[in-house]
């Protein structure tokens, strides 16, 4: 009878026990400006690599872009000599073709696909597990990797615009390759916020690591031997959004207004490297109304 009425009690004690731990953080809406898009440097204790059932890290967060002091944003060509990517002379008339008739796709809402998206300025959040990993772009749109030794790409792929990836563990290194990538010549896509052009002979080797709960880095190699003379690395680290951030609803087309008044190019890029967005005039002291926008 004592050990039925110690069984019961015990029982009954569950639940409170269970309410009195702190919830996990559910993702919850928020702003998103440039406090929360920009990640700012972890100063606390270094907290563990989290690791799957597999015992690989678990590569899954929000994870916010940490800015490099001295180099551009957005730039493929930020640790190359003058910020500026190795062309080829084919790769040079490509970019010029970028620059003087190509939209930035992501400004008319079309994806911007990999490498591009490793470059951008806005988080990403990552869903892993040891079969697939998902990244979830603010772009409304994703990625889906297959993880496994042995896998093999098919003869013939489809261009696409983060092509087609496969991955494998070389020790706490996950690392994925991309092949079957649309072309800047044939298709409205650019390597990066430049508008430095992408070929369907891209292959792209990313190498991701999470040394710590707090961060998750990069290194990344692209070889494109039809656009750039030489394979070329791009190295980024990102840290760890606040409990309960998580990718938010984007809807790019809507209100789009000015999606039929943007004009070819990135605009003027600067000796720093970063896109300039061309020349602006000195504003209106009234802004203009809504006739201004009228086709």
């Given at each position: ?33 440039a406090e929360t898009i920009t990640g700012t440097p972890y100063k606390g204790p270094k907290i563990a690599t989290p690791r799957g059932i597999d015992g690989k890290p678990d590569l899954s967060g929000y ?233």
């Open positions: 009878m004592r050990r039925t009425l110690l069984a019961c009690t015990a029982a009954l004690l569950l639940p409170i026990t269970a309410c009195a731990q702190t919830p996990p953080a559910t993702p919850t809406p928020f702003e998103l400006t994870w916010r872009p940490l800015r490099e002091p001295g180099k551009p944003g957005g730039n493929m060509g930020k640790d190359q000599p003058n910020f500026t990517l190795p062309f080829t002379p084919v790769g040079e008339r490509a970019h010029i073709y970028s620059q003087n008739h190509t939209v930035d796709p992501e400004a008319v809402c079309i994806l911007g696909g990999i490498p591009r998206h490793n470059a951008s300025g806005l988080p990403f959040e990552i869903l892993h597990t040891p079969e697939r990993l998902a990244t979830l772009y603010n772009y409304n749109t994703h990625r889906l990797v297959t993880i496994g030794d042995g896998l093999k790409f098919i003869d013939k792929l489809e261009p696409l615009y983060f092509g087609h990836a496969l991955a494998h563990w070389e020790g706490d290194t996950l690392v994925i390759e991309t092949r079957g990538l649309k072309d800047s010549s044939k298709e409205n896509i650019w390597l990066d916020e430049n508008g430095d052009p992408t070929s369907d002979e891209t292959t792209v080797i990313e190498r991701w690591t999470r040394p710590d709960f707090n961060h998750i880095q990069l290194a990344m190699t692209i070889t494109d031997l039809k656009y750039y003379t030489r394979p070329f690395t791009f190295n980024r680290t990102w840290v760890h959004g606040d409990p309960g951030q998580g990718v938010n609803e984007y809807p790019c087309n809507e209100n789009n207004i000015d999606a039929a008044h943007i004009g070819p190019g990135a605009g003027v890029i600067g000796p720093d490297g970063n896109r300039g967005f061309g020349y602006q005039d000195a504003l209106p002291a009234v802004p203009p109304g809504p006739e201004a926008y009228e086709n």
